[in-house]
């Protein structure tokens, strides 16, 4: 059975060039309930933790670099088949595949840029909202 919570972080460029309140409209107009919410900024080191599953990837590094390189609003968020439809909503990973009307397509500027980051499973939405939120911190 799919799962009722997903993770999403709105990445540094998106929220530099003022996208917050847009993204934050569309995933409320999609019936998301925002379970917790926060405006921080990654480390290096956290970055490289939050996406240590991609060590060994060619474009670590360079992930890392721009997730650490500003602030970024991390949310979990609540529906029915969460992850799913969160997925739906945001796009496909490249915004030039994406579909119209996504949140990818609308405020991307690059396949990193992509402008949001959401969780690919029941698990790792788990994971990864934990990586964020105490107990306390969700609601």
Sequence with gaps: MSGYK??????????????????LDMINNAEFRIVAMK??????ERAEKFYSVH????????????MSSGSIVAAVLEK????????????A?????????TI???YATSLQE???HGS????NAIIEGDFFFSTLEKY
């Design 6 to 23: 997903t993770f999403t972080m709105i990445k540094p460029t998106a929220v530099k060039n003022g996208h917050i309140g847009s993204i």
């Design 39 to 44: 405006l921080t900024k990654l480390s290096y």
């Design 55 to 66: 060590k060994e990837k060619p474009f670590y590094q360079d992930l890392c670099t721009f």
């Design 80 to 91: 029915e088949n969460a992850v799913e439809a969160y997925r739906k909503l945001i796009g």
């Design 93 to 101: 990973t490249n915004p030039d595949n994406a579909a119209e009307g």
């Design 104 to 106: 990818r397509k609308l």
């Design 114 to 116: 992509n402008a949001v």
């Design 120 to 123: 690919d499973s029941d698990e």
